[in-house]
């Protein structure tokens, strides 16, 4: 059993960042990938970014790609989806998830574990 937490979210105006973390426990491997995805209101849950075990690796879904990256905090060994130029059509719960495959799947069907989510809610 894998347990995850995300944190991070926020109501922001159009333009701002944010920043989401996602905390792992339980059966964690140092070899997950940690994938994103968000869902908003009547919608599927989408594919948002990736990144693989060893850090070396970063997907984007293209309606992210230039303005999410992926930053790590080395004193806490702690990755973080940074969220920069936020727009409206961003809103949504975002949650995270792990895998082993790699590259990390694109499709929600393929994870096992989620997190909670975290609300993220951007005005314009």
């Known amino acids: 059993q894998v347990h995850l937490v995300e944190s991070g979210g926020g109501l922001v105006q159009a333009g701002d960042s944010l920043r989401l973390s996602c905390a792992a426990s339980?059966?964690?491997?140092?070899?997950?990938?940690i994938s994103w995805f968000r869902q908003a209101p009547g919608k599927e849950r989408e594919f948002v970014a990736a990144i693989s075990w060893n850090y070396i690796s970063m997907y984007y879904a293209d309606s992210v790609k230039g303005r999410f990256t992926f930053f790590r905090d080395n004193t806490t060994n702690t990755i973080y989806l940074q969220m920069n130029s936020l727009k409206p059509e961003d809103t949504a719960v975002y949650y995270c998830?792990?895998?082993?495959?790699?590259?990390?799947?694109?499709?929600?069907?393929?994870?096992?574990?989620w997190g909670q989510g975290t609300q993220v809610t951007v005005s314009s």
């Open positions: 998830a792990v895998s082993i495959l790699s590259p990390p799947p694109r499709t929600q069907g393929a994870y096992r574990y």
């Open positions: 339980g059966r964690t491997s140092s070899s997950y990938s």
